[in-house]
Nanobody
Framework: QVQLVESGGRSVEAGGSLRLSCSAAGVTNSLNCMGWFRQAPGKERERVAVIHTAVGATYYNPSVKGRFFVSQDNSRNEVYLQMNGLKPDDTAMYYC???????????????WGQGTQVTVSS
C-alpha cells in the first residue's frame, strides 16, 4: 500500500527557514507528479509547489515564489520543500501529495499525506 509521510514541520520565527520532506513508501514506479499543498485555519487548501516529473515542469504559488524551492529525489520517490524567509501568513498544515501514474499530461493528486504543521510567529 502506498503511503506519503511528511516531516519537518515545526514552529519558527518570521524570517526563518524550514525544510519539509515527504517520502512515498510502497511506490515501485516513478511518479508523474509530487507536490506540496497547505491549508490554514478557515481557509481553503492551496497549491504551494509542484513538480510534474513526467514533463519536467515546476509550479510555484505566486505567494511563495522566490522564497520556497521544491526538489525531488526520484531514486527514493521523495520530495522536499525548502522554505526561506518564512512569514506568519505561511502558517498552515502542509500536505504532500502525489499522482501515482508514471505519466500524465496533467497532475491528478489522488494520494495525500497526513500533513505536517508549520507555524510562523512574528
Amino acid at each position: 500500500q502506498v503511503q506519503l509521510v511528511e516531516s519537518g514541520g515545526r514552529s519558527v520565527e518570521a524570517g526563518g527557514s524550514l525544510r519539509l520532506s515527504c517520502s512515498a513508501a510502497g511506490v515501485t514506479n516513478s511518479l508523474n507528479c509530487m507536490g506540496w499543498f497547505r491549508q490554514a485555519p478557515g481557509k481553503e487548501r492551496e497549491r504551494v509547489a509542484v513538480i510534474h516529473t513526467a514533463v519536467g515542469a515546476t509550479y510555484y504559488n505566486p505567494s511563495v515564489k522566490g522564497r520556497f524551492f521544491v526538489s525531488q529525489d526520484n531514486s527514493r520517490n521523495e520530495v522536499y520543500l525548502q522554505m526561506n524567509g518564512l512569514k506568519p501568513d505561511d502558517t498552515a498544515m502542509y500536505y504532500c501529495a502525489a499522482d501515482q501514474r508514471t505519466y500524465g499530461s496533467s497532475c491528478n493528486f489522488a494520494l495525500w499525506g497526513q500533513g505536517t504543521q508549520v507555524t510562523v510567529s512574528s
